[in-house]
């Protein structure tokens, strides 16, 4: 159904009520309860949980301080020329349920969640949330669409088997266990800014032989940003995929507020650049994760983090018709 201009939601006017003023939602769009939401498009949803970190916790006052800072983003993208609130009805759905006490529940109920998000036709874009997040994500997506492809911005690659003896679920494992449980398909996973030290040589392997495509920063600043970005438009093709930024993949210069920092890393416009070149994809959500506030004096990570939602927002807005088909 296509709403009128006038029947969609829209952030409050800043002509209107000042931007540092009102309570905090996701780019001063109103606040609608999952229940209530009708007609609606993309649903921002915050995840304030961080019981997958495995160093620096923090990242559950992600969402808070994300929607603080999104106070700061306008209504149209010059260098997209998208108009997001035209093209597709959006509302701050509020944050997920979460207990901090528990990682397997959580999951569990992060999926049900989701799934009840996914079953109304709304597209998800959220807020971390340490990285652990996207797997019930991708399991309530994969519910509707199968196997998905994913590009993933971030230093690590999250694909370690297990943590401490044996825990399976934590923010280093979550695509190792989406590839497991079968909801990401491993030939269309692309991982760009890997870097950092590995716990050892053979870390690498379990995803290289599952078929993911791994680029390193090495290999970024090689070949420049505008030939991975187009591997990656080739590998991921016309499918249903999704986008997962890692607030991690930026250099902790900017970005300093995160569990894991690792120097050496992209600047906020290279990123920028990167997530515009996957305007026309067949994208079905995305995600904003381990912006952790306590480690971010100033905020200029969760400027980083809401910034990096409103390109995502975009692009999730121009490509809506597609996804929900
Ligand atoms: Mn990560
Ligand atoms: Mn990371």
Redesign the pocket.
Known sequence: MTLKNSEKYLPLSSDIVPRYAGLATFMRLPHVPLEAAENLDIGIVGIPWDSGTTNRAGARHGPRQVREMSALMRRYHPALDISPYELANCADLGDAPVNPLEIVGTLDGLTEHYSAIVQRGITPLSAGGD?LVTLPILRALAKKHGPLGMI?F???S?LWDEYFGGSKYA??TPFRRAIEEGVLDPNRLVQIGLRGGLYSPEDNAWGVAQGVHQFSIEEVDERGISAIMADAVRILGNGKTYVTF?I?CLDPAFAPGTGTPEIGGFTPLQAQKMVRSLRGMNLVGADV??VSPPFDPGGRTALAGATMMFELLCLLAECRPKSSA
């Open positions: 990285h993933q971030d230093a690590h999250d923010h280093g890692d991690d994760v381990e």
